[in-house]
């Protein structure tokens, strides 16, 4: 068996870094996190036991659009530490302009389960979640 410890971090490509670096830098602040590396074209942040890197697009792939659907990423979701952090994403969403897919609402993923759903400029789906206690993680 191999011990892995949470994942370090996730890397998601913007059709349009000017757009995007803002969305995910106001974002990612607001958790707490700091840019490590930060340029026109590529923002990463660590903190709160993750990294979060957005890079721009290739030019071949300029007009091409995210689909929730297509093979490779379905969402990210992060997991906050309390109902009110979920609610405090969704105002931060809303002033953002994202798009709300849901807001805060319980759902049965796991006994407690809450959630905010939010699409990013590019339409990639983001969720900010609380689970009370463990959840369905066994090592949490």
Known sequence: MIG?????HIQLTATNSERSIPFYRRM????????LIETPEFYY???????????Q????FEGETYHQRKPGL???????????DVDK??????ELDALIVHPPQEDGF??????VLFEDPDGIRLEVNHVPGKGHLTDA
């Not at 942040?45 to 890079?55: D, E, H, Y």
């Not at 697009?57 to 071949?60: F, G, L, Q, R, V």
């Not at 796991?110 to 959630?115: E, T, V």
């Open 4 to 8: 892995i410890n949470g994942i370090a």
């Open 28 to 35: 990612l602040e607001e958790f707490g996190m700091k840019a």
């Open 45 to 55: 942040a660590i903190g709160a036991r993750t990294g979060v890197a957005v890079c």
């Open 57 to 60: 697009a290739n030019p071949e």
């Open 74 to 84: 379905h969402h990210v979701c992060f997991r906050a530490r309390s109902r009110e």
């Open 89 to 94: 994403m969704h105002k931060l969403a809303l």
């Open 110 to 115: 796991a006994p407690g389960y809450y959630s």
